[in-house]
């Protein structure tokens, strides 16, 4: 069960900053441009969830290092996927 309990935990982490990058201004996936108003309520409802799985098989404190650990990898990966996978030619990728 607590694999189970981690598992979901960290798809909701990734889920909240998926939405938060959707809500930047940089966000550079068309798909993701078009939830730019709804991005914020639902990465802070997203965010919060995952907090509370976390809290509740870690603990407060890691738990919280956990969630927010999470969700900084996702922050870091997101915009570099972005690039890789964008329409744009190679030439303005360099």
Do not use: D, F, K, Q
Not at 10 to 22: G, H
């Amino acid at each position: 069960m607590p694999v189970i309990v981690c598992a979901l935990a960290v798809a909701l982490s990734l889920a909240s900053a998926l939405a938060a990058y959707a809500r930047s201004a940089h966000c550079r996936w068309p798909v993701l441009r078009r939830m730019h108003r709804s991005g914020a309520a639902a990465g802070v409802v997203l965010a919060s969830a995952a907090s509370v799985l976390w809290i509740v098989e870690l603990g407060v404190g890691a738990g919280l290092c956990a969630m927010v650990g999470c969700w900084m990898l996702a922050a870091i990966v997101l915009p570099y996927l972005a690039w890789m996978r964008s329409p744009r030619s190679a030439a303005e990728r360099r």
